[in-house]
Each structure stands twice: as C-alpha cells, then as structure tokens.
C-alpha cells in the first residue's frame, strides 16, 4: 500500500485492450485530452509513448519509487529556493510528459488523487529539481536508474545516511527533502530518456 511514482508504457497510456478501473488503468481520455490540448496549443500530438518495458535491473527502461517519506520539508526546501510557481510546478502534477510545456495542463479527468488531472512538461520540472539538486548539494551516488525502488531503499536502509558522515552538506542534513529532490529529479529524467509518462498509483 502507499503511493508511488511509475512509469506508464503505450498499452497503458492508450488504453489498449483494457478498460478504466478505479486504479486509473487505461488512461486513454487523458491521452486524447492532452492531444487536444497540444493540437489547440499549436503544438506535435504526443503519440510516440513506448510499450511496457521487460525488467531488468539496472537498465532504466523502467521506473518505480514508493512517496515514503513526509513531505513537509521538501516543501519548506522549495519555499527557500523557488518561487511559487515553481513551487507549484514541481509539487502540484497528477501526470508528467516528456513535452514542454510553458503551462500545465489541467483536464477534466479524475486521476488517482483528485477530480481533475494536470499535466507538466518533464523539461520545466527536470530544471526546477536541476535547481533544487543543486541546491542541496545532491551527492552523485543518488542513484539514477529507479526501477524497483532503488532510490526508496537508498535513502530509507541507511546508505544515504552512511555516505552523509563521509560526504557532509546540505543534502545530508535532511534526507526526508534530499529524497524528494532526488525523486522528481530522476522522474523528470526518465520521462525524457524513455519518451514515457509518468503518473502517481
């Protein structure tokens, strides 16, 4: 039980040969929704999404994270270091796309958490976490390729802690926000690398 943060491959994404179900499986209106709205914006229909990818450890063609830790100082974090737009941004989206987006996206569609749906851009929120990253110092050791709960266990069976007394700095200090710096880093990431959305379940 719990949130997490995954990837969505093509079956998915367009609903192919399943139906809606209370998990959000199928999410083909809000693909068409978000085509309208990038046709109406003048803007490439985002068709391109890849299928579901075989696991394979390590090889970051997939992504799964679990929302563990409590939020509350990321968000004291942001409110240090980012305007309230991008505060917004980075906190306030139910899908993320590997599109630019100058404005989020908000369709009438229930997503998993709430009775509509925004959709960000992946390079608004991959430079607003480059922003915070930098920020706190976030350690290259992060890792990078999320697949089945890497960065989750990283941050939560003591290797952060461990590498924080050889590798002292802000990251380190709160590894509760350095964790969530470290999530929708690597998310907005991923989403660009495969080509794929990214949704809360």
């Not at 959000?24 to 391109?48: K, M």
Request: a negative charge; aromatic letters at 8%.
């Amino acid at each position: 039980m719990g949130v997490y943060l995954v990837d969505v491959g093509a079956e998915d994404w367009f609903g192919e040969g399943e139906e809606e179900d209370e998990e959000g499986g199928g999410r083909a209106e809000i693909a068409a929704g978000l085509n309208a709205e990038l046709v109406r914006r003048g803007l490439p229909r985002y068709d391109s999404v890849p299928a579901t990818a075989d696991f394979v450890r390590g090889s970051g063609r997939s992504f799964e994270e679990k929302l563990v830790p409590p939020m509350k100082s990321f968000l004291t974090l942001c409110g240090a270091h980012l305007s309230e737009a991008e505060t917004d941004l980075i906190c306030g989206w139910d899908v993320l796309v590997p599109v630019s987006l100058d404005e989020e996206i908000e369709l009438p569609v229930e997503s998993s958490y709430s009775d509509s749906t925004v959709i960000a851009g992946a390079p608004q929120v991959l430079a607003i976490a480059q922003k915070l990253a930098t920020a706190v110092e976030l350690p290259p050791e992060a890792p990078e390729m999320c697949d089945n709960l890497d960065l989750t266990s990283w941050f939560r069976d003591g290797e952060a802690k461990e590498l924080s007394a050889t590798r002292p700095g802000p990251w380190g200090e709160d590894l509760d926000a350095a964790f969530y710096v470290a999530l929708y880093l690597r998310a907005a990431q991923h989403s660009l690398r495969r080509g794929c959305p990214m949704v809360y379940s």
